[in-house]
């Protein structure tokens, strides 16, 4: 969702609206109306969280119609590129320290994949995980990446834990890293334990 915005044609004398649709293709094959605007506005709002699925295919362009009392006129065709971060968290996070030495860790992380899957398959292409300060807390040490459907990273030994209390697991896609994660608390199997 968003707005999508475009540029008036030369004249627009005898028009009377604009309509928006996504489409499988630039020719506006199985295309479904998304918005409409008045002439003299040169922009809608595609409503946040329209699906970008059509049946088992993905809608690829929108297309941008002019009209008037007779009709639909010539469309413009848009390529989509969503450029959304993932909203996909995993759960059940835990961490294995196989590092022998104090104050330093590394070992397996595993996780429970988001409990929905993405329609979209580019809306996470990737996991990566951290140490951080906190469950919520500021990334710290990258430990590793994974491509989607893998549930496992094999961190490397001697990361030095620090102020460091927990692994962070997140989705990541090609705009970025999700805005939150699954994590889980860090214990030193090597530090004397209270």
């Not at 997140?170 to 889980?184: I, M, Q």
Request: hydrophobic share 35%; aromatic share 8%.
């Amino acid at each position: 969702g968003g707005s999508i915005t475009w540029v008036p044609p030369t004249s627009t004398v005898g028009l009377t609206f604009y309509t928006v649709f996504l489409a499988l293709d630039s020719m506006g094959t199985g295309r479904q109306q998304v918005c409409s605007a008045a002439v003299g506005l040169l922009n809608c709002q595609i409503s946040y969280g329209t699906s970008l699925l059509s049946g088992s295919n993905d809608f690829t362009h929108a297309l941008i119609y002019t009209n008037n009392g007779y009709g639909e006129g010539p469309g413009l065709a848009i390529l989509i590129q969503d450029r959304a971060l993932p909203l996909m968290v995993v759960n059940s996070v835990s961490f294995s320290d196989l590092d022998p030495e104090p104050d330093m860790v590394g070992g397996t992380i595993t996780w429970a994949q988001p409990s929905s899957n993405p329609a979209d398959p580019a809306q996470v292409t990737e996991y990566t995980a951290y140490l951080s300060d906190g469950a919520s807390g500021l990334k710290g040490t990258f430990l590793g990446q994974v491509p989607y459907g893998s549930n496992v990273i094999n961190s490397l030994l001697g990361n030095m834990l620090g102020n460091f209390t927990h692994v962070q697991v997140y989705t990541k896609n090609a705009v970025g890293e999700a805005l939150n994660s699954g994590s889980t608390h860090v214990i030193d199997r090597f530090l004397p334990q209270d």
